[in-house]
């Protein structure tokens, strides 16, 4: 299976936990509730993850450790970001893309629990 194809199948996954969480919870609860009970999810589904990874990051001869906090980091491939917001913003993808060319990871979503539908609180980004 190639990288690609790996990549997918395991984002199935994954979208389909988010969705597990979402219809036990459903909109209106913090951010970081959505994120604990995705994490026992993945984790009760035998994915490796890790939460509020703090991630270092070069500029020219600079080293910057902890510039940035991702979310969820799951199988040191995928970077979730969990939201909980009326809307997603522009800057919110921005940061997104951001996360996955710094920590060089090629795929990455914004789960926004804050939805009827999770499928509408979606957005996927490849680097």
Do not use: W
Not at 15 to 36: C, D, F, M, N
């Amino acid at each position: 299976m190639g990288e690609m194809e790996r990549l997918n199948a395991l984002s199935e996954k994954i979208i389909g936990l988010a969705i597990e969480v979402h219809r036990h919870l459903g909109p209106g609860l913090l951010e970081s509730t959505y994120q604990k009970c995705l994490c026992y999810e993945l984790e009760k589904n035998g994915l490796a993850f890790e939460q509020e990874v703090y991630v270092s990051i070069d500029y020219k001869a600079l080293r910057i450790d902890k510039a940035y906090r991702a979310d969820v980091i799951v199988e040191n491939s995928i970077v979730l970001e969990i939201k909980a917001v009326e809307h997603v913003l522009p800057i919110h993808e921005a940061q997104l893309l951001t996360y996955l060319k710094l920590d060089k990871k090629r795929l990455g979503f914004i789960f926004n629990f804050n939805v009827m539908l999770l499928k509408d609180g979606i957005i996927r980004k490849i680097n």
